[in-house]
């Protein structure tokens, strides 16, 4: 029985429609040249590599290192992009350290401020928690910041990335983020150009906002110039980072080979044509080997995602809508003659992947995951059909409202939970029922992604009539100008950041790089949605970013 009675799905092909103009596709058919059902390693390098590997691995287990050094050896591990190889070395190291130099939470060491900055910044990135009050005795008499710091660039910088650590009421964090933004910035003229280009990337890209590949590669080579670099920790990241990227090419190249077989950007052809920017979004997610078949899983649902995302946006017409809301509450193939021609493509598509997806969980015994897969791709259909039902009767909904649809609508609960199926073990049925249930991360995540897209997206979205926005709900509420909504979003952003902190400390049931993925969802709306919505318009920032991790290898 059709969805909505009466409704021939196929009666309003022919009337206008509002269709986004979209800027064409970036890429065309560039990664079609590294499509391949195997990687060919270079076996030489990868004997070098392991040889590299364990040299790396006993520096790290030697004991006769200071706190400090070996802090900061295992930040370079990191920095460079090669910690996933040491994971185990590494929390044994900061394990130890925490519980010989933090009591009660309070760093007992003493060195100066970058030391200090880089130790809290670590620790609490692997979720050790400790307090910011080490920073106190930086502080003057009358309660600030003291002005002496102001000429440690290097301990200004490094207490500018340790305070985007903070977690609610932290104050002291506040003040230091304050202080060293100020004062990086007006210095950052007077410097010599190789350290007032780090200042420059750190007030744009804070490290703990930043994605893991893109550090790596810029660190890589900072790390060089570094007179007192270990030449094994160099050679091992370059030569890493090249394996890696030679393995992303391949998967790229696949993935775009999918694409073009199944002619489905062709097909809909009203829909944004983004397939190596989907990969790209999902290889920012994890970029380890051992994910390649979840970046798989994952870039073909943040396709099909933007083709919905661009049909209940723009294409779509209210009738229609409701018949694919229909069609996805009820997942299953015998809806499809409900609807009109082009949704059928696009429903048949979603299912084809849905099975593909069940093959492979199918295979690892983890089929459950499924279940919460679907039940987190109907919130979002309903979402966008919500959006949909504004839009059509021009409803400017109350601000906690519209927060409640355009949560789910910003894909990121939907994605958490499908960057999950991919993840092995790790990801336990308990961990899929926290992560379903909207916890802090994922709300946060939610609300980085939804507020930066609105600050950025506005005006090109609403000059072809799309659902209003956050800004629009704020300024028709509260009655005021489109500054004071914006401050709301940036604030709003920044307390997001403070939630997925505090649940990177406190979640100590929740593995890390499960709660890696959901920071690095974040971490790519803070790259590419920051001026502009760069995923839309991939021809500047995202190009070239997408050519420094996937084309051009580190020359070493
Ligand atoms: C994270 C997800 C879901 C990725 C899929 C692609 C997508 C919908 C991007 C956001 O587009 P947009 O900026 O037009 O979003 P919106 O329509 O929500 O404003």
């Known amino acids: 029985m059709p969805a909505v009675a009466n409704f021939d799905p196929n009666s309003k092909l022919d009337l206008p429609r509002n269709v986004a103009d979209y800027p064409p596709n970036v890429w065309g058919d560039f990664f079609l040249q590294y499509a391949s059902e195997s990687m060919e390693l270079d076996q030489n390098i990868a004997a070098e590599i392991d040889s590299l590997k364990n040299e790396v691995r006993n520096m790290l287990a030697t004991n006769n290192e200071k ?27 900061l394990q130890l350290i925490h519980k010989t130099y933090v009591v009660n939470g309070e760093i007992i060491l003493e060195d100066n401020l970058h030391s200090l900055a880089v130790l809290f910044r670590v620790l609490r990135q692997r979720g050790l928690y400790v307090s910011p009050d080490v920073f106190k005795k930086f502080k003057d008499e009358q309660g600030n910041f003291s002005e002496r710091n102001i000429t440690d660039v290097e301990g200004m910088l490094s207490l500018f990335e340790a305070s985007h650590m903070m977690i609610h009421g932290e104050e002291i964090l506040e003040e230091a983020l304050a202080f060293t933004s100020a004062h990086l910035k007006s210095i950052s003229t007077q410097l010599n150009p190789s350290l007032a280009a780090q200042v420059k990337h750190s007030l744009t890209q804070a490290l703990r906002k930043n994605l893991p590949r893109l550090e790596a590669r810029r660190y890589i080579s900072i790390y060089e110039q570094n007179t007192s670099h270990n ?22 190249g696949n993935i775009c080979k999918w694409s073009k077989e199944l002619g489905i950007t062709k097909k809909l052809p009203f829909a944004r044509d983004k397939i190596v920017e989907c990969c790209f979004w999902s290889m920012s997610v994890y970029f380890e080997p051992q994910y390649s078949q979840a970046r798989k899983m994952m870039s073909k649902v943040i396709a099909h995602l933007s083709f919905i995302d661009d049909t209940y946006d723009s294409y779509g017409i209210i009738d229609e809508l409701e018949l694919f809301t229909k069609a996805v509450e009820r ?212 190009k070239t970013h997408i050519k420094a991790l996937l084309v051009d290898p580190v020359p070493y």
């Open 67 to 93: 706190p400090f050094d070996k802090v900061k050896f295992v930040d370079s591990i990191c920095r460079l992009g090669v910690g996933y190889h040491f994971e185990h070395e590494i929390d044994q190291v």
């Open 231 to 252: 030449v094994i920790l160099l050679r091992l990241a370059k030569l890493d980072f090249n394996m890696l990227q030679s393995l992303h090419q391949m998967e790229f």
């Open 331 to 542: 997942w299953d193939i015998s809806c499809l003659d409900d609807l009109p021609n082009y949704m059928k493509i696009l429903y048949k598509s979603l299912l084809n992947v849905y099975d593909e997806i069940e093959q492979e969980t199918k295979k690892e015994g983890r089929i459950y995951t499924l279940n919460y897969f679907v039940k987190d791709f109907k919130k979002i259909v309903q979402a966008y059909m919500t959006e949909a039902r504004w839009l059509d009767k021009n409803y400017v909904p109350a601000i906690d409202e519209y927060m409640s649809i355009s949560k789910i609508t910003s894909g990121y609960p939907v994605l958490s939970t499908t960057s999950y199926i991919g993840m092995g073990d790790i990801a336990t049925e308990d961990i899929f029922n926290w992560v379903t249930t909207m916890p802090k991360i994922v709300n946060g995540a939610a609300l980085v992604c939804r507020l930066n897209d609105e600050i950025v997206s506005n005006e090109f979205e609403q000059k072809r009539g799309h659902v209003c926005s956050f800004l629009e709900c704020y300024m028709t509420q509260y009655d005021t100008n489109r500054e004071a909504a914006i401050q709301e979003c940036q604030k709003g952003v920044e307390n997001a950041w403070k939630d997925m902190n505090e649940d990177c400390l406190t979640q100590t049931k929740v593995p890390l790089p499960l709660l890696t993925s959901v920071l690095n969802l974040a971490r790519f709306i803070e790259v590419y949605y920051k001026d502009k919505d760069n995923y839309t318009h991939s021809e500047g920032l995202m």
